[in-house]
């Protein structure tokens, strides 16, 4: 019978190198003052045993956790795995903070955390006792809720806030959603627009707030009505379906509408074809997200490519080496990019 390969421990580690636990942490810290003929051997002892650190060995200094941990909305995030929509939020999240943790040789973690609850204290630090991260990346509507930031600041853990540019503790970081959905504006302001709908968010995101400044600037400064001409939705699709009719039920109905989420585009698209309109010969239309299903629809839309994964894998930088000339922490914004496909075109010619 074959023996069972007993699994190596620190402690195998420490007697093949004939030094103490605490020198074996130390090396796998890449903490200072351990002596370099020191750190070769243990090193050689961990290569030749093949023992992969644990976050309990990592933890023995007593020092860090080498652990990040991302908070996003629980309601809102198995919502979307269940209807597997196409939605990448998550995905973009892991991609721009687990190659940023692992350059660093840190872990990031998702934990997901209902911000409407009573008990979001006990339940946040329920998750900090367990995992002791070494910072916390806040996301929307989390960002903003005033009992988890307190919480943070009370017990000194350095955490950063996307979609949030409120005074306060944490570092305050935005998507550039003013830059953003002024820059859709001004595209379709491009195209010759003249009557551009928004389908915004709801106002307890601030990005919602901050999309609609962009999008009444760009009107603005080109000298085109904005009145009449803002809806709201909840970022869902059956929100943007009665916004979308709305707006298309104005007697001065928009050529375009720019759509605050990629469900909402999809509903405005459903909408439009419905009452017989095409996309993009009668109405134009943008979304915000850019999750792979723009991709697919008829005509592919073009989109606000939120970055998510570049925006997440700034927060874990500035939570793991905090810049010097930034010991304040001024707020940080990472402006996006309008990928143009094939539901925006010239508008359309008025009669007579």
């Not at 929307?140 to 005074?167: V, Y």
């Not at 010759?192 to 928004?198: A, D, F, K, T």
């Not at 500035?318 to 914004?333: F, M, R, T, W, Y």
């Amino acid at each position: 019978m074959a023996r069972r390969r007993q699994s190596v421990t620190i402690k195998h580690v420490a007697a093949d190198a004939g030094v103490s636990l605490q020198t074996v942490s130390r090396v796998i810290n890449n903490e200072p003052n351990v002596r370099p003929a020191m750190k070769e051997r243990v090193q050689a002892s961990i290569d030749r045993l093949g023992y992969v650190p644990s976050i309990a060995a990592q933890r023995m200094s007593g020092s860090r956790s080498y652990i990040i941990m991302a908070i996003n909305d629980r309601d809102l995030t198995i919502a979307d795995w269940r209807a597997r929509e196409g939605r990448d939020w998550v995905d973009q999240m892991l991609l721009g903070g687990m190659l940023t943790c692992a350059k660093h040789g840190y872990r990031m973690l998702i934990e997901l955390v209902d911000t409407h609850n009573d008990h979001v204290e006990r339940e946040l630090g329920a998750a900090i006792a367990a995992l002791q991260p070494d910072g916390v990346i806040l996301t929307p509507p989390h960002s903003e809720n005033s009992l988890i930031t307190r919480l943070l600041a009370k017990r000194g853990i350095p955490f950063a806030r996307i979609g949030s540019m409120q005074d306060g503790p944490g570092i305050a970081m935005s998507m550039g959603d003013e830059h953003n959905s002024a820059l859709a504006t001004k595209h379709l302001i491009e195209l010759g627009h003249e009557r551009i709908g928004l389908i915004a968010g709801p106002t307890d995101f601030s990005l919602s707030q901050w999309r609609i400044e962009g999008w009444r600037q760009a009107l603005g400064e080109a000298g085109l009505p904005h009145e009449n001409y803002l809806e709201r939705g909840d970022f869902g699709f059956e929100s943007g379906i009665a916004a979308a009719g709305k707006l298309l039920d104005l007697d001065e109905a928009p050529t375009a509408i720019i759509a605050s989420s990629d469900q909402m585009a999809l509903a405005t698209l459903e909408v439009a074809g419905k009452r017989g309109l095409s996309v993009p010969r009668d109405l134009s239309l943008v979304s915000f997200d850019n999750s792979p299903i723009v991709r697919f629809t008829r005509p592919p839309l073009t989109a606000v490519d939120q970055p998510i994964a570049a925006t997440i894998s700034r927060a874990v930088e500035l939570l793991i080496e905090p810049p010097e000339d930034n010991p304040g922490h001024e707020p940080v914004i990472v402006e996006g990019e309008l990928v143009v496909r094939g539901s925006t075109a010239t508008a359309p010619r008025r009669d007579g």
